[in-house]
């Protein structure tokens, strides 16, 4: 038994000082840029690489996020349907109201509020993989051309209020025509700072809007949408 704990002990070690190594060496400062016209103009230059104005227009959008909560938003209406497990929930996003069904029975405004508050949080955070680049002049942004540890050049957005996380930052790498090809992100609930998940293989909308469908962190995770359209 000793021995069993020994091995266990020594497998642990050595599991902490690889987190620790792979720390130390993926962690990233938060770069230092300047806010201005040219930062703005980058912005717009980005978003407009994707149809910004077309997205403005698109009235309805429906997608899978990761095979786990189905949407279809309804922004003309402010309307969002959610459906995982057994529950589909419907709501605005603006006021956070709206009805909850499980296993097909409505629930009880008491029964509904908490799952209602999982809906939005999830859609805050599923939305984000779907229209980020969307969201560069959003109330509470600031814009900013960064360099970033590995040499790239960037522009960083920072949500200072507003949200479910103000204070994160997420520095767009853009190519030749603007498109973002990833974003490394600063954010509250990620262990380490420079984190980069790929922005790719773009779908256009009927509306004309392009939108990734595929985010992969280093080759092996993918923030993926399904169903797009």
């Known amino acids: 038994m000793k021995k069993v704990f020994r091995i266990l002990g020594i497998a642990l070690l050595a599991l902490l000082l690889f987190f620790f ?45 990761k095979g786990i909560h189905e949407y279809i938003w309804e922004r003309d209406k402010d309307l969002v349907t959610a459906t995982w497990g057994d529950y589909e929930v419907q709501f605005s996003t603006r006021r956070k109201f709206g009805s909850v069904m499980k296993n097909g029975e409505k629930l009880s405004v008491e029964e509904s509020e908490p799952v209602l508050q999982k809906a939005y949080d999830y859609f805050n955070n599923d939305s984000f993989w779907l229209y980020a680049p969307f969201k560069a002049f959003d109330p509470g942004t600031e814009r900013r051309i960064v360099t970033c540890k590995d040499g790239q050049k960037g522009l960083m957005v920072t949500y200072t209020s507003g949200g479910t996380a103000p204070g994160d930052s997420y520095v767009w790498i853009l190519d030749e025509n603007n498109r973002p090809t990833s974003v490394k992100m600063w954010v509250s609930i990620l262990p380490i700072g420079g984190m980069e998940f790929t922005w790719e293989n773009y779908k256009t909308l009927p509306s004309g809007a392009l939108i990734a469908q595929d985010h992969h962190l280093y080759g092996a995770v993918n923030v993926d949408i399904k169903k797009l359209q």
Do not use: H
């Not at 720390?23 to 994707?50: C, F, W």
């Not at 698109?58 to 899978?64: C, E, M, P, Y």
């Open 21 to 65: 190594g792979f720390y130390l060496v993926e962690n990233e400062k938060l770069p230092q840029g300047q806010e201005g016209a040219e930062a703005d103009r980058i912005a717009e230059a980005m978003m407009a690489s994707l149809n910004k104005t077309a997205w403005d227009t698109t009235r309805v959008v429906s997608w899978n996020f």
